[in-house]
């Protein structure tokens, strides 16, 4: 039986470090087709590709590709789709982490993290949507987080986003299913990327094989939501099941950052 990823092509955006450079890797692993590899950093995007170039016979595609630049998307997404005359996955990936407090946000800052993290998936989704809609299948893969599923003080800012790409992604589903399209929506909670920058990754974090092969996993499933780890997953029921409970814990974790924040400067 074929694989859902066998012989298909795919794009992703972010790809050249963390989940992006994971869902790449593993797509190939796959048997995908050819990986349209997006991604604003070039030396990091240029050395990745080289290197899954040498392990999967030249099936990656590396494109310098801004995702708040609409024009550059849209040329990464035709790039795919020139390649066999089809587009059949397009991941958006590419987005940063806020955890700031109140006072240190700025309106440039919510312009920024807005322009990466909710319009750079639109450019994505918006630009495929019309290619998938008129050979009537194609699978749109947005990335999320634990953080558009539940509030969670200190990120307000990437909450807004996240929860903006986890609402359009659910609407799309239940408007262009009918017409062969799929979409669904990755929501991890901490995973060991470059997302932590200097900082240590918490304990709970999980590998980023580990992420990738479990959203590829429910991809193929075809999931609409896909949280991890275990531990977000919980989180998320019980913000939907015992908010008197949820409120008590989302407390806790509120006074856990301010105190960090007053003695190291860092939220953990």
């Known amino acids: 039986m074929t694989g859902y990823f066998e012989g298909k092509v795919a794009v992703v ?15 190939l692993t796959r048997g995908a087709r050819a990986v349209y590899m997006g991604d ?30 609409l024009d550059q998307v849209a040329e990464l997404i035709s790039a795919a789709k020139a390649f066999d005359g089809h587009l059949d996955f397009v991941f958006n990936n590419a987005g940063m982490g806020m955890t700031l407090p109140t006072e240190q946000i700025t309106f440039d800052i919510w312009r920024f993290i807005i322009d990466l993290n909710v319009m750079g998936v639109v450019h994505g989704t918006y630009t495929a949507i019309p290619i998938m809609r008129e050979q009537g299948f194609g ?35 239940y408007e262009l299913n009918v017409e062969g399209l799929q979409f669904s929506v990755f929501c991890p909670g901490n995973v060991r990327t470059p997302i932590f920058g200097d900082l240590t990754p ?42 008197q409970e949820f409120d008590r814990q989302v407390a806790k974790l509120g006074a856990e950052r301010r105190e960090n924040y007053r003695t190291k400067g860092t939220y953990f």
């Not at 955006?13 to 797509?27: D, F, K, N, Q, V």
């Not at 604003?40 to 899954?52: I, T, Y």
């Not at 392990?55 to 995702?67: C, K, Q």
């Open 40 to 69: 604003v950093q070039a030396e990091g995007l240029a050395r990745e590709s080289e290197r899954l170039n040498n392990e999967y016979s030249g099936r990656a595609f590396p494109v310098l590709t801004d995702v708040t630049k």
């Open 139 to 173: 699978h749109i893969v947005n990335a999320a987080s634990m953080a558009g599923l539940v509030p969670i003080p200190y990120q307000a800012v990437y909450t807004a986003s996240k929860a903006a790409v986890i609402s359009m992604t659910e609407s799309l589903q």
């Open 202 to 243: 918490p304990p709970d974090a999980i590998s980023v094989d580990d992420a990738a092969d479990y959203i590829l996993d429910e991809v193929e499933k075809k999931s609409l939501i896909i949280a991890f780890p275990q531990t977000t997953r919980d989180a998320y029921a019980l913000y939907r099941t015992d908010r």
């Open 13 to 27: 955006t972010g790809a050249a470090s963390g989940i992006g450079l994971g869902l790449t890797e593993h797509l």
